[in-house]
């Protein structure tokens, strides 16, 4: 609810006062108000607000009739009014119950001040500032109507509801209780800075302080708004346009009519006793010491001299008065440090000081009012004698060294109270402060501007300056907890992530180097304030994710993980070097998967790989050069921004010198090239590779012509081309080596010409010869006939390079006849071989020794029965007898049959052109 807030100043005011009985022995007398006295923290104190008992119906008729002696005719002043009142029930921690009928205005001033706990002097008061009604001499009807202003706000008409004068001295009264009972539902507390308005005009600003008293509170809730100097020093005038005086006004009639708003705080003592006794509220406490007596700054009154009877007489307080008590106001506590005024302060901060919080008096709140509210209390002060500002810390006390490190501690606004020597007397020196780490116990924290993080191993280590404190765990609790500092950090002026490491601070240019560098458990990136951040060394840009082990010296390399690097990385330019502790908070190590032997790297998404040579990245060319020179197939895998740190070399491929001799690499093997062994693959320009690197490889022995890729066995020949079969039985006509396998790359690199067959021509136009291939060598095939008897039925015949042809010679291929290794003979035609039994071999020998072939070449061959002593073809009737080697035709059937021989052979034509002719049977 909004009520009427300023009036005006012109109000008719008698110099006159009210002498009331109080508890005290030194009565106050009432006296003209001055403005330098006005208070806004403690326009008046509860215990005269809520006190019901200062008059009695007859005391405030008199005092009404002594503000208006004559009141003028034909109207009704407030001394002469009455009202038929309505009964109210009773409300809890409101107003008891009152009970109508016709009263007196006096009598319903007392009846409403006793149902509801108000001082009826506050009720008459409040009559006089809001209407003018206890002094006015000719009152209007809308005076009465809205007596107190209950229902009046400042923008709007009264509410006719409130209407009438119980209305409004009741409602009033309860209204200042139900403030009280819902104290923090409104606007303006007790026991807190306020922030309250000069005027309902916003423009004129407002003011911040401490109200004391609930029942002061409860004033400016009722009438929201404090009177500015131009009030006070116009106290019973007007001030200017910002001035508002609801507030002066019911301080100043009240001060005038009835004396102080504050009731005072008096020293007593026996006449026979030492003790001296705060008298205040009615009650009197012990003061211990003349220290507590002039913390509260009551040294300067002057002690009166009761007797034993008149002492005892007066109730006693439960505790005894020291520096610390119980905020009468609201819940926590205050500490008096000098007569300066109190502190408000929470258990933590008061043990930081070295007091008790279990020891502290209770007090009511008239004792406020004889020091000044001073704020909250602080861990941090100053007091003549010692030099800066002091951290206090159980008992005892720290020195900042500078105002930087102070900030580093409490921000940059730091609340730093003054205390006397006297106060501070009881605090220990201890080290001073030159950071903003420190510990306790064996736990580490780092402070920034009052926000206290823990630290962990890796953490301590990053963030110790060398020069940390020790302090206790009730300073520790005086500041919030933060979580954990983590070595990731950003500062008040830059976006960047840095890495604190050894009291260094090492920025990442790109979110994926911070990335890589998180933990798995890592807490929030801090924002350091510029002047922690400040104080860390510049460690420099982060420029790759390799580190090293700055105790062990071990490189690693780091993303979302610790990987052991290969010895082949050589990145002592490229690393940073990090304390043991923090590698450590990343785990164990796993391997980077990189080969048993050379170190190939390469980044997700880009086809370029690298063969690392001496910490120098070498290109490969293409992905067969790749296979080819890594046996094992897996490479490292890098980002890309730390490949493209590493220093390039020159592009390496499987063909390579190491000195003056040239090898080729396969499959993890290296094969030695022998003269001419280069050309005949094709190879030119090798590219020079280190001993070492060489080293890695498995010596295979020297490079041959043969292949063997899969399935597929292959034979080169000359500059690059190649033949290859997938018949294993070719393949040992040719006498290729089978044993010894190679990567697809190697062929892949070459020209496929054909097949291989068992038989090979020449690649020079001047050789037409056809060569039978047989375990290895080359035989010339003297006629077309006997290339059919050879086998031949269309098969391919590879061109092969002269100089190998002569270098690898074969006998003559006989024609037809051939002999296996164990000495049998056999007779040769196309895709057949007919065994020649020992007892016929006399008759098929010829001057010309019969070809040996292999048990290879010969298992090509069906075999057939054995061969008979004639033989004839399927087109020519004519048989032909064998004899010495040559062949003789019967010239009749007669003939045939009178030779005696058993049977006939049926071969192709070409094989009897083959044999030489005889003369006819």
């Known amino acids: 609810m909004t009520h009427r807030t300023f009036f005006s100043p012109l109000l008719s005011l008698l110099a006159a006062f009210f002498i009331v009985n109080v508890a005290v022995p030194i009565v106050p007398s009432a006296n003209a108000a001055t403005g330098s006295d006005f208070q806004p923290g403690t326009i008046i104190n509860d215990s005269i607000f809520y006190n019901p008992s200062t008059m009695s119906p007859s005391q405030i008729q008199a005092f009404l009739n002594a503000k208006v002696p004559t009141c003028r005719a034909g109207y009704t002043c407030l001394k002469d009014y009455s009202q038929n009142t309505q009964s109210r029930a009773a409300e809890a921690s409101l107003c008891n119950q009152y009970n109508g009928g016709v009263k007196s205005s006096s009598q319903i001033i007392y009846d409403v001040s006793v149902a509801c706990g108000i001082n009826p002097q506050v009720i008459l008061v409040l009559l006089q500032k809001e209407q003018s009604l206890v002094t006015d001499t000719w009152p209007e009807d809308i005076q009465y109507r809205s007596a107190t202003g209950y229902g009046c706000p400042d923008t709007a008409a009264c509410d006719s509801e409130y209407y009438g004068f119980f209305n409004q001295v009741y409602n009033a009264a309860r209204q200042y209780k ?442 490969i060319a293409t992905e067969d050069d790749y296979i080819a020179l890594n046996a094992s197939g897996t490479a490292c895998s890098l980002e890309q921004e730390d490949i493209n740190l590493l220093p390039s070399g020159n592009v390496i491929t499987p063909f390579v010198k190491v000195d003056l001799t040239t090898y080729l690499i396969d499959s993890g093997k290296r094969y030695t090239l022998p003269v001419g062994m280069a050309a005949a693959f094709g190879l030119t320009s090798p590219t020079t590779l280190l001993s070492s690197t060489l080293a890695q490889y498995t010596d295979g022995g020297d490079m041959t012509h043969e292949l063997k890729i899969g399935n597929r066995y292959i034979y080169v020949d000359t500059n690059g081309q190649y033949y290859d079969t997938e018949d294993s039985r070719v393949a040992k006509l040719w006498a290729l080596d089978t044993s010894r396998e190679f990567s697809t790359s190697l062929a892949n690199k070459m020209k496929r010409v054909g097949n291989l067959s068992r038989f090979a021509s020449s690649t020079s136009a001047s050789n037409g010869t056809i060569y039978l291939v047989d375990d290895g060598k080359f035989y010339p095939i003297p006629s077309h006939n006997s290339l059919l008897n050879a086998g031949y039925s269309g098969q391919p015949i590879p061109s092969i390079n002269n100089s190998t042809l002569a270098s690898r010679p074969g006998a003559v291929w006989h024609g037809y006849l051939a ?61 032909y007898g064998m004899r010495g080697g040559t062949k003789h035709g019967f010239p009749s059937a007669q003939a045939f049959k009178d030779s005696g021989i058993q049977g006939t052979t049926v071969v192709r034509g070409n094989l009897l052109e083959s044999i030489p002719n005889g003369e006819s049977w």
């Open 178 to 619: 139900v403030y009280a009972k819902n104290a923090a539902s409104y606007n303006y507390r007790t026991g807190r800075n306020n922030t309250i308005q000069w005027h309902p005009n916003s423009a004129c600003g407002a003011s911040t302080f401490f109200i004391y008293s609930q029942a002061t509170a409860g004033l400016y809730n009722y009438t929201p708004y404090r009177p500015n100097q131009a009030a006070l020093n116009n106290l019973y005038g007007e001030g200017d346009g910002c001035s508002a005086y609801g507030n002066r006004n019911f301080w100043r009639l009240f001060t005038d009519w009835f004396g102080s708003t504050t009731g005072g705080v008096a020293l007593i003592k026996s006449n026979s006793g030492t003790t001296i006794y705060a008298h205040y509220g009615g009650k009197k406490q012990g003061i211990p010491s003349v220290d507590v007596l002039n913390a509260w700054g009551l040294g300067k009154l002057p002690v009166s001299n009761l007797t034993d009877s008149e002492v005892a007489a007066i109730p006693e307080r439960d505790t005894i008065l020291t520096r610390l008590v119980r905020n009468p106001l609201q819940a926590g506590m205050l500490l008096v440090a000098d007569n300066s005024g109190f502190f408000a302060a929470w258990p933590q901060m008061i043990s930081a000081w070295g007091f008790n919080p279990i020891q502290a008096s209770n007090i009511s709140p008239e004792l406020l009012t004889a020091t000044t509210w001073s704020g909250n209390l602080s861990p941090y002060f100053s007091s003549p004698g010692i030099s800066g500002v002091n951290l206090v810390d159980t008992a005892q006390y720290h020195e900042f060294s500078s105002w930087g490190n102070l900030q580093l501690w409490a921000g940059d606004t730091p609340n730093v109270i003054s205390v006397s020597p006297e106060f501070r007397s009881h605090l220990a020196a201890s080290t001073p402060i030159y950071t903003n780490d420190f510990n306790v116990g064996q736990s580490r924290y780092y402070i920034d501007k009052n926000k206290v993080y823990s630290l962990n191993n890796a953490s301590s280590v990053a963030f110790a300056s060398g020069k940390g404190i020790a302090v206790t765990q009730n300073t520790l609790n005086l500041f919030p907890a933060s979580g954990a500092l983590d070595q990731f950090i950003t500062s008040e002026s830059t976006g960047t992530v840095y890495l604190v490491d050894a009291y260094k601070r090492y920025g990442f240019p790109t979110a994926s180097l911070f990335n890589s560098y998180a933990k798995p458990s890592q807490s929030q990136v801090v924002r350091l304030s510029q002047e922690s951040f400040s104080r860390l060394v510049d460690g420099g840009v982060i420029q790759s994710r390799f580190v090293k082990d700055r105790a062990s010296g071990a490189t690693y390399y780091l993303n979302q993980g610790l990987k052991t690097l290969p010895a082949q990385f050589i990145t002592s330019s490229l690393s940073v070097t990090l304390d043991q502790n923090t590698i450590a908070t990343y785990g164990g190590s796993t391997s980077m998967n990189c080969g048993a032997s050379n170190t190939f790297i390469r980044s997700n998404g880009n086809p370029a790989i690298y063969m690392l040579e001496d910490g120098i990245k070498r290109p």
């Open 819 to 879: 002999t296996d290794t164990q000495g049998g003979l056999y007779l040769l035609n196309i895709d057949k071989k007919y065994p020649i039994s020992a007892s016929d071999v006399s008759k098929w020998s010829t001057t010309q020794t019969p070809t040996e072939l292999s048990d290879i070449y010969l298992g090509l061959f069906s075999t057939e029965q054995n061969v008979q002593s004639s033989l004839k073809t399927s087109s020519n009737p004519t048989v």
